[in-house]
């Protein structure tokens, strides 16, 4: 079972910057594009960024283009967003997500495999 836990959430104010990271138990056959997603209270949860496995490919939502980079080490297994000029409106649990094939997806249900979250808050 591929396990994907995250971390590097926190409290932050606006403007500052953080880095999350997902560490991923196994990259195999059953797990090649990443994404990032989040999901405010109250809110569906939404596209954020993805990488494909050798991270040739990237796309980003239109919210964080230009704020946020992700990227990825295959040999520590880890996936990095780094977040930057953040906003209030950043402020969501941030989701790790992993899926079968190496193609970007931007939906939660192409996404095969998720993380527990971490927690962003962005005080003004």
């Known amino acids: 079972q591929v396990q994907l836990v995250e971390s590097g959430g926190g409290l932050v104010q606006a403007g500052g910057s953080l880095r999350l990271s997902c560490a991923v138990s196994e990259y195999s056959k059953t797990t090649q594009a990443t994404g990032w997603f989040r999901q405010a209270p109250g809110k569906e949860r939404e596209f954020v960024a993805a990488i494909t496995y050798n991270g040739a490919r990237t796309t980003y939502a239109d919210s964080v283009k230009g704020r946020f980079a992700i990227s990825r080490d295959n040999d520590k297994n880890t996936v990095y967003l780094y977040l930057s000029s953040l906003k209030p409106e950043d402020t969501a649990v941030y989701y790790c997500?992993?899926?079968?094939?190496?193609?970007?997806?931007?939906?939660?249900?192409?996404?095969?495999?998720w993380g527990q979250g971490t927690q962003v808050t962005v005080s003004s």
């Open positions: 997500a992993a899926r079968i094939y190496n193609i970007l997806g931007t939906l939660p249900g192409q996404y095969d495999y």
